[in-house]
């Protein structure tokens, strides 16, 4: 299993503060609240794990987790929170755009979108912004077990052929942190992306 174990390396409040990479790194974004620390946990089978990112100041932080294989999760600070002064704003997307632009190390992204509010206009600005990089972009749609197996089934037929352009860069599955549904197929993607 890809993601098992890890453990916290550090947090970082500004692109400076990035160490040097010393493995290949893949980043998880997504709006506050759509199920990024619940998926990093169920991912890595830890309950609290990435909860550190929600412990208060860490919220604008980015969280760098290791793997006992050498793999680096990297937990961007989520995007789209209303309640933030304007300026703390422009801090977190310096930081996100930076990391996302500038990582050589960087594989590929993880994009974590509520099933019942997939493709919001921040989601879509994020993917035009970022797939330019060539760089892959796998969707979860994630909460899959708030809906019914036909309503699940709709909505992701519905999100692949929105991304249908970037087919050959963008995929999508369904997940549920509560129901550790999909953790495999996740493992399966970044699998391959990690080996070309
Ligand atoms: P983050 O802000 O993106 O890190 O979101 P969280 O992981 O903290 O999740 C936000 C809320 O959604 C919390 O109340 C979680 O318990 C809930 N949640 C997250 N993932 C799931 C899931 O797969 N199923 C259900 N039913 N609730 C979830």
């Not at 620390?37 to 860490?58: D, E, F, M, Q, W």
């Not at 594989?107 to 892959?136: C, E, N, Y």
């Amino acid at each position: 299993p890809l993601f098992r174990h890890a453990e916290f390396v550090t947090s970082i409040a500004k692109p400076a503060g990035l160490p040097v990479a010393k493995g290949p790194e893949i980043a998880f974004v997504g709006r506050s609240n759509a199920g990024k620390s619940s998926a990093i946990n169920a991912l890595v089978g830890h309950t609290r794990l990435a909860y550190v990112s929600k412990t208060p100041g860490r919220t604008q932080l980015l969280n760098l987790f290791r793997t006992p294989a050498g793999l680096y999760l990297v937990d961007l600070p989520g995007f789209g929170f209303a309640k933030v002064p304007e300026a703390v704003r422009r801090g977190w997307a310096d930081l996100i755009e930076r990391y996302l632009h500038e990582r050589e190390a960087l594989v590929g992204l993880i994009h974590i979108m509520d099933v019942r509010h997939p493709l919001t206009a921040l989601d879509r600005q994020l993917l035009d912004w970022f797939l330019p990089s060539g760089k892959p972009v796998h969707v979860l749609l994630t909460k899959a077990d708030k809906l019914s197996h036909g309503a699940r089934t709709a909505t992701l037929a519905q999100v692949r052929r929105a991304l249908a352009p970037w087919s050959g860069q963008v995929t999508v599955q369904l997940f549920s942190a509560l129901r550790k549904q999909g953790v495999e197929e996740v493992e399966t993607v970044v699998g391959g992306w990690l080996t070309g």
